[in-house]
């Protein structure tokens, strides 16, 4: 019976092609503006650490002002301060931690025609790998030591090595970062998680580092992060040596806790950490840390802010809009059938079999907006990669599901659409238009 329903409404369709034009263009704008924005904040609130979402956690201390609260929504430090940062470091309780930052500098090779470019690093513990499963294409991450030593250890991801080595297995070999020989250990894939879940600090959609180096290098070079440093005590900074030591936050710090009796073995070490910490006269405010799970992190750093959200709305207030429209030009068409329908009727078609016909065909108007709609939604989702100049390359793209949710959002909302003057038509009294005839 559906088959016979969907060829009665192409015969429909082909019939009255200007109305039934309009009338998919009514659903397929609509569809196009409402899945541009939605398919922005899908793609934008994804956990690019969903698979590890039950094990890892960024971590913060509240050792902020007595007075007043920091001014986010979990009411702490973002970041840590790196006398805490090197403290926790010693714990043996998690199975991997992780302080970091981001930095950059200069890359030169000698005997080589690459030219010297910047190149942006992340400096931090050597279980970063690890902990977010980056997989290795040669070699490995650097000695134990170099978390607290100077050791001139780097690893490169693979764009890196292609630019340097042509691909090459380059463990072993030497780059000059900064001004000084590193020797590479490790050659990683391209790893870029969308968002940057790991590092919100510094742009969530922003492209991950291209180099790695040892948290242990900081003094050798006195390094200032690339990034936010915030702090809410004066304090009188002479030397690096003061900055390090200082109540200043800039170091990003996430721990893998498998289980939760090695979750709960934890805070109570933080805990204990934090009253040492008192004792010493600093962490002035009530004792608070957070362990926040990949999938609260991002929703606690708003990622998807308000105003993506009230975006979303306006896109479906418009699709609405457009359905309004989409009704009455239904309606103009069923009515225009309706001496064909009475006609039917008199010769025994029931009330529901009219209705469900024309549903059928609101449905067949609905799948070909949607198919258009995403077409529409591919056009204004590269417009939006245009003007934001790569800063939304990464989001601003349509999977499979979402061209699925489109084809979805164009049916379900064509069938409601449809309902009322699908309604209408089967009410037609067949003794009227019969008299006509």
């Known amino acids: 019976m559906i088959g016979y ?52 956690y960024a971590l ?13 929504p979990s009411e702490m430090p973002w970041q840590l301060t790196y006398k805490d940062a090197i403290s926790l470091l010693r714990s043996d309780i998690p199975t991997y931690q992780v302080a970091m930052h981001r930095w950059g500098g200069p890359v030169t090779l000698e005997d080589s025609t690459v030219r010297p470019y910047t190149a942006q690093a992340r400096v931090t513990s050597r279980d970063f790998f690890a902990l977010f499963d980056i997989p290795f294409i040669y070699g490995g991450t650097w000695a134990k030591e ?3 030593n100077a050791v001139f250890q780097i690893v490169i991801n693979e764009a890196t090595n292609e630019k340097l080595f042509n691909g090459e297995n380059s463990v072993g070999r030497t780059i000059n970062f900064n001004g000084t020989p590193f020797t590479v250990v490790g050659v990683i894939g391209n790893w870029s998680p969308s968002p940057k879940v790991h590092d919100l600090n510094n ?8 180099l790695f180096i040892p948290f242990g ?12 440093t915030n702090g809410w005590k004066p304090e009188k900074i002479e030397s690096y040596e003061d900055g390090l030591g ?25 805990t204990g950490f934090i009253r040492e910490q008192k004792d010493q006269g600093r962490f002035p405010r009530p004792l608070k840390f957070g362990l926040s799970k990949p999938s609260e992190w991002l929703v606690l750093n708003e990622v998807v802010d308000g ?59 609905g799948l070909a907006g949607g198919l258009i709609g995403i077409l529409l939604t591919l056009a204004g989702l590269a417009l939006i990669r245009q003007l934001s100049m790569g800063y939304m390359d990464s989001v601003a793209s349509m999977d499979w599901l979402m061209m699925l949710s489109a084809i979805g959002l164009a049916i379900l909302s064509s069938l409601l659409a449809g309902l009322y003057p699908a309604w209408r038509i089967s ?10 005839q």
């Open 203 to 210: 742009g969530s959609f922003q492209k991950s580092a291209e």
């Open 307 to 365: 105003d993506d959200r009230m975006l979303s709305w306006l896109s479906l207030a418009f699709l609405l809009v457009c359905l309004v429209n989409a009704v009455a030009l239904l309606l103009a068409k069923f009515l225009r059938k309706a001496p064909e329908t009475g006609v039917r009727r008199a010769l025994g078609a029931s009330r529901s079999a009219v209705f469900s016909q024309h549903l059928v065909e609101s449905g067949c108007i």
């Open 217 to 228: 290098l900081h003094r050798t070079f006195e390094i200032q992060p690339w990034g936010n």
């Open 146 to 148: 170099a978390d607290s």
């Open 246 to 270: 200082a109540e200043y936050v800039w170091v990003q710090y996430w721990v893998q806790l498998d289980s939760a009796e090695q979750r709960q073995r934890y805070e109570d070490y933080l």
């Open 427 to 436: 009410r037609t009294n067949p003794s009227i238009y019969l008299k006509t």
């Open 60 to 72: 913060q201390l509240d050792n902020w002002d007595p007075h007043e609260a920091a001014d986010n």
């Open 5 to 56: 329903y969907v060829s009665l409404a192409l015969r429909s369709l082909r019939r009255t092609p200007i109305l039934s034009a309009l009338m998919v263009a009514a659903i397929a704008v609509g569809v196009g503006a409402a899945m541009t924005t939605l398919t922005l904040n899908y793609m934008m609130s994804r956990n690019a650490l969903a698979d590890k979402n039950e094990v890892l």
